[in-house]
């Protein structure tokens, strides 16, 4: 298996813009998650899906952030409009089951202008 | 939450073994020490984890207390592929959806002398 692959690795934007993160988690993996981190924050969880259903959206910051998994291969992070204080590195994992390990992606390294 | 606390850096030299502390003193009988480190500019990776006994995989061992308050992460001949910063996590299986999140604190950050 190739691992949970992500698009774009380095996306540039100017403020105000949307941005689309994506990703594809391994094969029969239930579990996707969404991470973010800074260097002020360091690693924090944004939202996570089991079997395509959102299940915890509290780390979410704010409105213009929204996430979708339309199907088991498939996932999307969405800011719109995007703030220079949303850069930073977005990480998607993917877990076979709740309690053991998860799988990271390579990240995307978001700067917005 | 139950949390952890660990030194912010540690070196160590090529070859040599490396035992990484993590104190967690407010551990739940339920929690799981869990251990991931992330390389540069990479994204985060599992190592090991355990409940009371000591464990051992192809990567790593941890040494788990016997009052389970401590744990130490030990690396048994230290690369330069192994400086990373290790991130010690405890995870509670019995709190349902709310602990299925990793919880990362700031870890520590190992740096292999050659």
């Known amino acids: 298996d190739a691992g949970v692959i992500q698009s774009p690795r380095h996306e540039v934007t100017e403020m105000g813009q949307e941005v689309t993160l994506r990703c594809k988690p391994i094969?029969?993996?239930?579990?996707l998650f969404w991470y973010r981190q800074t260097m002020m924050r360091g690693l924090e969880l944004l939202i996570y899906?089991?079997?395509?259903?959102?299940?915890?959206d509290s780390g979410m910051p704010e409105d213009r952030f929204s996430a979708k998994m339309p199907n088991a291969s498939f996932s999307t992070l969405k800011i719109q409009p995007s703030e220079p204080r949303d850069s930073a590195v977005y990480f998607c994992?993917?877990?076979?089951?709740?309690?053991?390990?998860?799988?990271f992606g390579p990240g995307t390294r978001l700067t917005v202008l | 939450d139950a949390k952890t606390t660990q030194p912010n850096s540690m070196e160590s030299n090529e070859e040599e073994p490396v035992h990484l502390p993590c104190n967690h003193s407010?551990?739940?009988?339920?929690?799981?020490i869990h251990w991931y480190r992330q390389l540069p500019s990479q994204g985060p990776e599992y190592v090991i984890h355990g409940l009371t006994s000591n464990v051992n995989n192809r990567m790593a061992s941890l040494a788990i207390a016997e009052d389970r308050k401590s744990s130490t992460l030990i690396l048994h001949r230290a690369t330069l592929r192994d400086a990373a910063v290790y991130y010690c996590i405890l995870r509670d299986v019995n709190s349902g959806g709310s602990n299925y999140k990793l919880t990362f604190g700031k870890g520590t950050l190992l740096t292999v002398n050659p």
């Open positions: 094969s029969g993996h239930d579990y």
């Open positions: 407010t551990i739940s009988g339920t929690d799981y």
């Open positions: 899906f089991n079997n395509n259903v959102p299940i915890d």
């Open positions: 994992a993917s877990s076979p089951d709740p309690y053991n390990e998860q799988f």
